[in-house]
């Protein structure tokens, strides 16, 4: 059956240093991956995508990675900052019968600590 | 972009009742997207509405338990219905721009 995993529930991390959140995927071929952030009693919001062609996106202090081979996408934040403490959400987007699909990750709550 | 409402934001209901829950678009949209995100699980696409035909519903999900009505390219219903317990959860409805999904608010439905 289909699978995303993200790497940990937690992840806990000393403001200034660069976050590495992890997305790996089972059977699944994508189309493309996204990412959005979650804070506490709030929808998601989008972040970033990346297609199955493209190695690398980034945005400001944002990097995403997308290994095919791997089935994996890496989330990087560079110089994280106390207010970039939330839940982060992968996503895998793939027609499906015709229809639009989007599959989410459980997410990854990362505390950045002053 | 999309700016989406949600209403009610939260509710506590009884066990056997009914809930419906309300998602307003700030631009037509040709479908909207409900989602279930129960404590500590992932979003769950319940079902896909399109203005003018019935909703589709993924597996596990039924009609009878969460109908939908899409009156309009702008609005759409999800009714929770005969609740119980399983069914406390966070309800968010969805649209997709550029292939960019925005999400509303969300409903926190607690069911005693």
């Known amino acids: 059956s289909q699978k995303i995993e993200q790497n940990s529930e937690a992840l806990n991390i000393q403001e200034g240093k660069t976050a590495t959140l992890t997305c790996n995927y089972t059977n699944y071929s994508p189309a493309y991956l996204q990412w959005y952030r979650q804070d506490p009693g709030r929808g998601p919001v989008f972040l970033l995508l990346i297609r199955e062609n493209e190695k690398e996106k980034r945005k400001e202090r944002l990097k995403v990675t997308f290994d095919t081979t791997l089935k994996q996408s890496l989330f990087h934040i560079t110089a994280s900052q106390p207010a970039d403490s939330a839940t982060y959400l992968c996503?895998?987007?793939?027609?499906?019968?015709?229809?639009?699909?989007?599959?989410f990750g459980k997410g990854t709550k990362l505390s950045v600590i002053p | 972009s999309a700016v989406i409402s949600q209403k009610p934001s939260r509710d506590i209901c009884q066990r056997g009742t009914s809930l419906t829950i309300q998602c307003q678009v700030d631009s037509q949209v040709t479908m909207m997207f409900w989602y279930r995100q129960q404590p500590g699980q992932s979003l769950t696409l319940i079902a896909t509405?399109?203005?003018?035909?019935?909703?589709?519903?993924e597996s596990g999900f039924v009609i009878d338990k969460f109908p939908i009505s899409r009156p309009n390219l702008t609005f759409s219903t999800l009714t929770v219905s005969n609740m119980s317990p399983e069914d406390s959860s966070i309800y968010l409805c969805?649209?997709?721009?550029?292939?960019?999904?925005?999400f509303g608010p969300g409903t926190r439905l607690t069911v005693l």
């Open positions: 996503a895998l987007s793939y027609s499906g019968a015709g229809s639009y699909q989007l599959t």
């Open positions: 969805s649209v997709e721009f550029g292939n960019e999904q925005f």
């Open positions: 509405a399109n203005q003018g035909s019935e909703a589709t519903y």
